[in-house]
Each structure stands twice: as C-alpha cells, then as structure tokens.
C-alpha cells in the first residue's frame, strides 16, 4: 500500500505555470501514477499518467501545455502545467495503482487528497 500526498497549487494567473508534486510514503517504481482532476460540479477528469516504465499519456485538454514525470529514487512524481487556462481550475489528484496508467479514474487504487488549483482570466 502506497500513501500519496499532493503540494504545489495555488492562485494562478490564465498564461502562467505551476509545479505539482506527488510524494509517495513508499517505493513507485512498480507503481502507474495518474494525475485526476476534479472542478465542482463535474466528474473527475483523467489529466496525465506515467507508467512504471515511463510510458506517458495526457488528455487532449493538456496536450502540449502540462507534462508528467517521475523520480523513482525520490519517490515523486510532478505535474509541470503551462499555459493554464481558467477551466483548468479544479482540485488536481495524484492516485497509484501496480503497472499502467490508464485513463478511468475508478481504475486507480490509492489516492491523495488532492491539492487546489485555480486559474484566473
């Protein structure tokens, strides 16, 4: 069982940047870890993963604005987000689960509690 806890949002302006982090109570290198979204009122949202071996995935939505990686030795994984957009607002969520990423939210066994990410036009 991993634990994960999320830091790194904030208040952001439409065009800038934020770093989330995700640090993990144990070792990840077996683990896919996905970043979920939520904004209220609507269902989680699957943003980026990165596989155990690396392998990444992003929503179209992000495409070419926010990237995904990962420091097995640190046991983290960040979410580099560019260009952000107002309907990029939304509580941003690491979860884990053993090998791939893949996009269903529900397919992720262990989550963080998700850190706050607001961007104003």
């Known amino acids: 069982q991993v634990q994960l806890v999320e830091s790194g949002g904030g208040l952001v302006q439409a065009g800038g940047s934020l770093r989330l982090s995700c640090a993990a109570s144990?070792?990840?290198?077996?683990?896919?870890v996905g970043w979920i979204r939520q904004a209220p009122g609507q269902e989680r949202e699957f943003v980026a993963g990165?596989?155990?071996?690396?392998?990444?995935d992003y929503a179209d939505s992000v495409k070419g604005r926010f990237t995904i990686s990962r420091d097995n030795a640190r046991k983290m994984v960040y979410l580099q987000m560019n260009s952000l957009k107002p309907e990029d607002t939304a509580v941003y969520c690491c979860?884990?689960?053993?090998?791939?990423?893949?996009?269903?939210?529900?397919?992720?066994?262990?989550w963080g509690q998700g850190t706050q990410v607001t961007v104003s036009s």
């Open positions: 979860a884990a689960r053993i090998g791939a990423a893949v996009v269903v939210p529900a397919n992720y066994n262990y």
């Open positions: 990165i596989s155990w071996n690396g392998g990444t």
């Open positions: 144990g070792r990840i290198d077996s683990y896919a």
